[in-house]
């Protein structure tokens, strides 16, 4: 029976293999842009980026909405299950939370506090 959704679309992208450093080139920063992560698929087919052991951010439709879903997540009875404590971006909140991050303006504030 044929599907509006190819299984490739499913597929987890491959890794890009990571340039070698160059000698004294130690900027963390560039490293972090520079790294791709595999998109990982939930029970529902929904993409999700690890954070760390339990947090991740997912991409989902919800009530014909894109949102982007930050959240905790927990183990119970073998299963990963998200919990509470979380937020869902709508696209246009992500577009300008993502327009900070670009411009730069997010870093200036955290390395001004990390002072």
């Given at each position: 029976?044929?599907?509006?959704?190819?299984?490739?679309?499913?597929?987890?992208?491959?890794?890009?293999?990571?340039?070698?450093?160059?000698?004294?080139?130690?900027?963390?920063?560039?490293?972090?842009?520079?790294?791709?992560?595999?998109?990982?698929?939930?029970?529902?087919?929904?993409?999700?980026?690890?954070?760390?052991?339990?947090?991740?951010?997912?991409?989902?439709?919800?009530?014909?909405?894109?949102?982007?879903?930050i959240r905790e997540f927990y183990e119970k009875g073998g299963k990963t299950l998200p919990g509470k404590k979380g937020?869902?971006?709508?696209?246009?909140?992500?577009k300008a939370l993502r327009g900070v991050i670009m411009d730069g303006s997010l870093d200036e504030q955290i390395k001004?506090?990390?002072?």
């Amino acid at each position: 029976m044929p599907s509006s959704d190819s299984e490739e679309e499913f597929k987890p992208k491959a890794k890009k293999a990571k340039p070698s450093k160059s000698v004294g080139d130690d900027s963390e920063e560039e490293e972090e842009e520079e790294e791709k992560v595999d998109i990982q698929r939930n029970d529902d087919g929904e993409a999700y980026f690890e954070l760390n052991k339990n947090k991740r951010c997912t991409v989902r439709k919800w009530k014909k909405m894109v949102l982007v879903d930050i959240r905790e997540f927990y183990e119970k009875g073998g299963k990963t299950l998200p919990g509470k404590k979380g937020i869902s971006l709508t696209l246009e909140q992500y577009k300008a939370l993502r327009g900070v991050i670009m411009d730069g303006s997010l870093d200036e504030q955290i390395k001004e506090l990390d002072e």
